[in-house]
Every structure is written in C-alpha cells, then in structure tokens.
C-alpha cells in the first residue's frame, strides 16, 4: 500500500500539541497542505451492512432492534466471564446514525466506573484529537469491542472479543457507519484479521474489516500519552497526519450521503 505523505514542505516541525489542543489544524501552517491518499482509498466501495435479523429469508418476522434492547441485553449477558468482575457495562456512545465510528479495545477503570466509553486520560486525549482535526465528539459514535473491563487492564482474549461481537455487531447494523477509526494493536488485528502487521507499519491506511466497512487503523489514545513527544515520525505526529486523512475521508463521504 501507498502511504500518504505531507507535501506542504513543512514536515520538519512538530504536529500540534494534541495533549493541549494548543491550535487548531492549519492555523500553524502545520500539515494543511494536501495529503495523497492511499491507492486503495478510492476503490472501497459502498459499505453493505446486515440489517437486523436479516437472514436472508422473504417471509422471516423481523423483530426491530434498538440501542435499548442491545443495552438490556449485554447488562444479562454472561457470554463471557468478565460480567462477574464489572462494575458497569459499557456500550458505547455518540450519534447513533454516525457516519464514523471509533472502536477500541475494552473500557478500562475509568470507563468501569462511569459507564461511559473513552472518558479517562486516553479518552480525554481522544477527544483533543477529535476537536483539532475538525470532528465534533457528538458527530461520532464511540465505542469498544468487549463491553466489560477486563480485569486490570488485561488484554482481551479473542474469545473474549468473540463472544462480545454480536452487541457490536447490532449497534454497527443500527448506526450503519461507512466508516471505522480502528483503535490499537488489539482492535486492530480482531477486526482487519489476525495476521495484519503491527500499527507502526498499517496505521492511517485503508482496510476492510470483519464488518465489511472500510476501516483505518490508528494509534490508541493511551499509546499516544506514553509517547509525549510530538517530533516528527513521533506516534503523536503520525497520528495528527492519520486523523487529518480519516476527516477528509470523512467529509468526502459524507457530502456524497443522500
Ligand atoms: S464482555 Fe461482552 S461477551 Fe463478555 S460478558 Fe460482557 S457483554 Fe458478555
């Protein structure tokens, strides 16, 4: 794949401070020039996405999902273990016709105790990026692949994330996204496959996904804290690069909606 490249002849400096949301995007001269997308940008087709309870039968009595009934759902959910050490469960949240969905791995303690996805530091910082790159949070629906924390912070395993697909799969039928910003290693390579190569080599490109909408991978927003530093080549300056294209997609595909 064709990575996108900065050609506004000013790529020695530094990306905006997203931790301060010091300037908003091009009013620095940073990275305001045009950015080459991906070869494969211009080939994703129309997102198809399933329609609830579609089986693909004529005839077939089709009860109508909401965000209520996934919600009641996943709180009697025991697919898993991870309801036993929950303190809530997690849905998600956002516009729920989103033209853009983030997704992520799973709540940590912040989002445990709230309720609420990406509401910590990471999700703090998330909100930062949003803001500078043009995005406003209520625009976008935010959520994670297992609705409950594992316990302190582990990883999930894929049956874990398995087992939690299908709530996510019914908030994506009910939101119909045409787009997915794919949040670490983990949601990453659930989502685009098992064998996709780690972030530093795939971030801010195009894939499709086990949902069949296209999807870009990015950096998580707790990866990016670690990594203060906002130099060039940094995690944070590739991410400010990313979630520029992922707006211009996004505005792409959104002017052409019906
Ligand atoms: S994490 Fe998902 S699959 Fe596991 S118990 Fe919670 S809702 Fe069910």
């Not at 500078?132 to 999930?156: H, M, Q, S, W």
């Not at 659930?190 to 069949?212: C, E, L, M, R």
């Amino acid at each position: 794949m064709v990575r996108k490249k900065n050609d506004s002849g000013k790529a020695d400096k530094e990306s905006p401070n997203l931790v301060d949301l010091l300037t908003p995007p091009g009013k620095d001269g940073c990275f305001d020039g045009e950015i080459e997308y991906p070869n494969d940008v211009a080939a994703i087709e129309p997102v198809v996405v399933q329609e609830p309870g579609d089986s693909g039968q004529s005839g077939d009595v089709v009860d109508e999902d909401s965000f209520d009934k996934i919600l009641q759902d996943g709180m009697l959910c025991t697919s898993c273990g991870l309801y036993k050490t929950r303190a809530h469960f997690v849905l998600g949240e956002g516009n729920p016709r989103a033209t853009l969905v983030f997704i992520g791995e799973a709540p940590g303690a912040d989002e445990d105790a709230s309720g609420r996805p990406f509401v910590g530091r990471a999700g703090q910082h998330l909100d930062k990026i949003l803001v500078a790159a043009g995005f406003k949070r209520e625009e976008v629906y935010i959520c994670n692949i297992l609705k409950d924390r594992p316990p302190d912070n582990r990883t999930p395993t894929t049956d874990e994330m398995r087992a939690c697909t299908p709530l996510l799969q019914r908030q994506l039928n009910l939101i119909k996204p045409k787009l997915i910003g794919l949040l670490g290693n983990t949601a990453i390579k659930y989502v685009i496959g098992p064998d996709t190569p780690g972030i530093t080599k795939i971030h801010g490109q195009w894939y499709n996904s086990i949902f069949a909408i296209p999807c870009m991978p990015m950096y998580h927003p707790s990866y990016l804290l670690r990594y203060g530093s906002r130099a060039v080549g940094s995690p944070n300056w590739q991410m400010w690069q990313d979630i520029q294209a992922l707006k211009k997609r996004y505005d792409e595909v959104f002017a052409a909606l019906p």
